[in-house]
């Protein structure tokens, strides 16, 4: 039987090294004429000033002067200097192009800059200005959304839609201009409904609001110059289930858990509330498309039974194992906040990001054990690409838990299924599986690209149809467990983050490759159709009357097995922070022991084709498959230290120790891990194309090396360098006078995990590793500023974990370790 003991504290040295900001900006390519291109620039701004010639629109909002700058690709040119232009920015583009505004229409700061530039005029020459390569009025095309592109609202259409305006910082503002559309929108005259304005936001960064208007006014709005973007609304993607018939009777009595245990809301399409294995464990279920209960019908009840089969998971975890043990033990409270209506469709008249708001503030203000959130829900045609910006949706749920640091709540959230388009047959799903798991149209999508949440993929069970097990042309793609389901979204995400974080149990498909000779294969993409016994997971039914059990495929049934898995650990530690519960959580995770020979690495291969390997198994199984009884218990051979709520100043480093491996660790055989795991919750801004993350953070490990030798070399870096480069240059600096053998290669490499905000670093320790026997290593944490000021962020905070393992239970770790760190810091206390 393996030990279960309570995770080690990571031994912290109280040293905080600060790190000098850079001093940046200008244009960093070739020399410019800057006479002529003063010149250019003054000509492009003249049209931009220009009265605009009368409109017939009856929309006459305050006509900003918003344009787009567009920077050299060397260039820089740093907020600071937008507003010391005259100047406000709006948005960073990923392609080095601002958006910025002005209130006033004559642009005279910016324009008397550039006159200096260009020495027209004399007086400073603002140098910086070469920075600039264009300045471009924003185009009806660039308020076209991507939905909107896909399909455009045709002639006599009334629909509804989501509108954006640039949000100039001012609220008052913000709602004035949405009132003055409302009202603009009810006094036109319509053919069919009346068009109108139905719901609003307006947050720090976001001006939103759901309007329902034809072809015509459509057009009208997009020539207006505060709108931003006009999309069509997003529409949640189920799966489809089929009916498990299992027996009904037999099952004892079930108790709810303990009141202190955590709760999972499930945001979804309600839950069955008077299913006999929820009701004992159901806290609340709301509605919160709309007050007046038109939209919905129903109530709270589950009427597609989406929000039952993933509640089921939420709460029992493994339902198919409850069903083999004739035992159900529920592990969390269920709270239910139902969104959608009997047809799976929000409310038109609602922003979604208004219903998730309210949704996810009315329970947790009222209930503080509701501490993981469950959306099993995404919009198949919003698709991440390289070089966009977030989703809205996302961006929301990222300023929520930024918002509710206090309350310490995990987003879970389901990567979406993906549908392989270009299939011509089920044959060919079966042949190009897995590789097609990595075609751009397989890219997760919204809101699974959240920066702050964890993000699940979807397994395989790697079973064959119990119903048709000999019928050899009714095949399962997938196969193996720990097999990507055939249907799995993939990363990465924004700004190249690891997406999906990690990965758990959704199913497989079963493909018919029944068809007549002779004749061509049937025209197929690759769709969710019934469930098939076997090869789905087994989850609670909302239809009573045939079954208390259903069978499922999809990501939305892995999600909340993460969810259960987070609520546990919440449960275990209660005042842990959602930080060090994301951080568990990654940390615990695994490759499964089976992966396509298409993601393996090798290692008679060279490193720079493993290296192309393990993105693919990033981009597929995140971190891996996570697993609770490593993520709540250390044990002989398996020791976690940990350190959690740790405020560092931005701009600062905080460096740690790993306690010198134990002689049993390297003299028997087995394999021996060591990782790192970092989790951190930034502020965030959707508008940034430069950086979705207001600060970031990232860790370097270094060995066989005394520990002041690497603090000072830090902290002389600390005097010298700019943010960016001194973590690079530092490390840099220290293998070339140190020797490479310092270094800990993690991996993946820093430039890749650093992106997101839980990022694991792993390597294994094999005979030929040297250095890692002579003391303890030496850890360096760095918290970056990017666009987050002073004032809106001075410390932030995060939590640590490392994690040393042996692949034999006989070697003994956790208490030689134990015994060192104690007997250290009694050292420690003496001085």
Known sequence: MVSKFDHLKLPRINIELPRRSAARGGFGGTKRDVSEHGRRLLNQLSPLIEPVKEKTSPFRLDPKLIFKIKIAEKGYFSEDMVTQAGLNLLAC?????????????????????????????????????????????LEREDRIGRLLQLKPVQLGELTALDLELWHTGDRTEMRKYLDDIAEVLESLPSDTAPMRMSDSYIGEYLCIARIKVTHEVLELLLEEKIVKEIDRPPQPAFERTADYNLPISDFPEVLA????????????????????????????????????????????????????????????????????????????????????????????????????????RAFVEQYPNCKVINISLGNADQIYREGLKQFRLAAKIDEIAYDYQHKNIVFVISAGNAFYEEAKSDEQLRTDYPNYLLKKSARIIDPATS????TVGSLSLGRGSITEPSDVRRQAIAKLPGYPSPFTRTGFGVDGMIKPDVVDFGGDVVINLKYKEGLDLPKSKLQLPDSVAGVSVVTLSKDLKSSLFQICSGTSFAAPRVANLAAQLFTKYPDASSNLIRALIVNSALLPKEIPPQFQCNKKQSQSINTKQIKKQLAIYGYGQADLERAMYSAENYVVLS?????????????YEIPQLPPEFFKVKGTRMLSITLAFDPPTRPTRGDSYLGVTMEFELFKGIDRELVRKAYEAASKTSSPDESTDNTKGKLIKQYGSGIEVKLSPGSNLRKKGTVQRGQVEITSKSTKYDDGSMTLIVSCNRKWAKPDEIEMQRYALVACITHSDPQVDLYNRMQNQMAQRERERARV
């Open 93 to 137: 583009e990923p392609n080095k192009a601002i958006v910025v505004f002005s209130s006033d229409n004559q642009l005279t700061e910016f324009k008397r800059r550039l006159e200096n530039y260009s020495q027209i005029q004399e007086g400073p020459k603002y140098e910086y200005l070469g920075a600039i390569d264009e300045l471009v009025p």
């Open 257 to 360: 858990p303990p009141e202190d245990n955590c709760g999972i809301l499930v945001i979804d399409s309600g839950v069955q509330r008077g299913h006999p294995l929820i009701a004992p464990v159901l806290g609340e279920t709301e509605v919160f498309p709309d007050v007046k209960r038109e939209f919905i019908k129903g109530g709270a009840d589950d009427v597609n039974g989406h929000g039952t089969n993933v509640a089921g998971i939420a709460i029992y975890g493994n339902v198919e194992n409850c069903i083999k043990k004739r035992s159900f033990e529920p592990t969390a409270w269920l709270f239910s906040a139902r969104v959608t209506n009997e047809k799976n469709a929000y409310d038109e008249d609602l922003l979604v990001e208004t219903q998730l708001d309210q949704a996810i």
């Open 451 to 454: 920066a702050i949440a964890i």
């Open 643 to 655: 350190e959690d709520n740790v405020r560092i100043k931005v701009g600062c480093f905080d460096v």
